[in-house]
């Protein structure tokens, strides 16, 4: 069985965004700032959008569904070794 922070699975944004919150963020702040990178297209994901009627929480950016989205490690990583995340 494999885990979400394995090298070649995808993490869903959610997952990303708790791989950031020990850098001193809120989980939504991270939440936030990834989709913001995905919207400006910084950060490659395979984007799942709600529908806004269907939204169930804090909206993010883009209306990015953060529990359907989902993003490489590999491309997290150099998103974030980019100096983007800063």
Known sequence: MTNATD???PLTLRE???LLTG??????DAEVLLANAIQQC????????WATEQWDGPLLPGN?????TH????????????????
């Open 42 to 49: 910084e950060l490659h994901a395979n984007v799942k959008r």
């Open 23 to 28: 850098e001193g963020m809120s989980a939504h």
């Open 64 to 68: 990015i569904n953060p529990r359907e």
């Open 71 to 86: 993003i490489e490690r590999s491309d997290l990583d150099a998103w974030r070794s980019s100096g983007e995340a800063a």
């Open 7 to 9: 090298r070649g699975t």
């Open 16 to 18: 990303a965004a708790k």
